[in-house]
């Protein structure tokens, strides 16, 4: 099995930058609450290494729904899927190196800038972690 290639079949990766900026935003925030939650939980002690607890959270996070559902929070939501360039779901190995590729890449302002350039000009719609994976992300809804 392999991915649909968009030329092929558009509808996979139609509106997916769109919908994977809702994504982000969504799960921005159930990233801060949760580090918010930790913080209280710590008795406001974590506040002192706020953006590693935050770090953590977040790749613990996407690492976890990425390699469950092959979708977090957000995806979920803006109806997206993680999938190997095969077409198979990512194992959780491939899920975490997703994870830590990602936080890493939001630290550096140019990385970033170039993640989503290669998102509006690469086929298959992937970001920088994306095209170094051998992964993207298309619409869940999609029959064929």
């Known amino acids: 099995m392999s991915l649909p290639h968009p030329e092929d079949d558009p509808a996979f990766y139609d509106h997916v930058i769109a919908k ?3 994504a982000w935003l969504i799960d921005l925030l159930v990233t801060a609450l949760l580090t918010v939650v930790a913080i209280i939980l710590t008795l406001g002690f974590g506040a002192l290494i706020f953006p590693l607890i ?3 959270i977040a790749i613990a996070y996407r690492t976890v729904m990425l390699t469950r559902y092959g979708a977090t929070a957000g995806m979920l939501v803006a109806a997206l899927r993680l999938r190997r360039l095969d077409g198979g779901r990512p194992g959780s190995t491939l899920c975490l190196w997703h994870s ?3 936080s890493a890449s939001m630290i550096v302002v140019p990385v970033q800038v170039a993640s989503v350039a290669m998102m509006l000009t690469t086929p298959y719609r992937q970001g920088l972690n994306d095209w170094i994976l ?3 992300i298309l619409n ?3 029959e064929r």
């Open 54 to 56: 935050w770090g953590a």
């Open 140 to 142: 869940d809804y999609v």
């Open 100 to 102: 830590v590729i990602y």
């Open 20 to 22: 994977r900026f809702l």
């Open 134 to 136: 051998g992964t993207t």
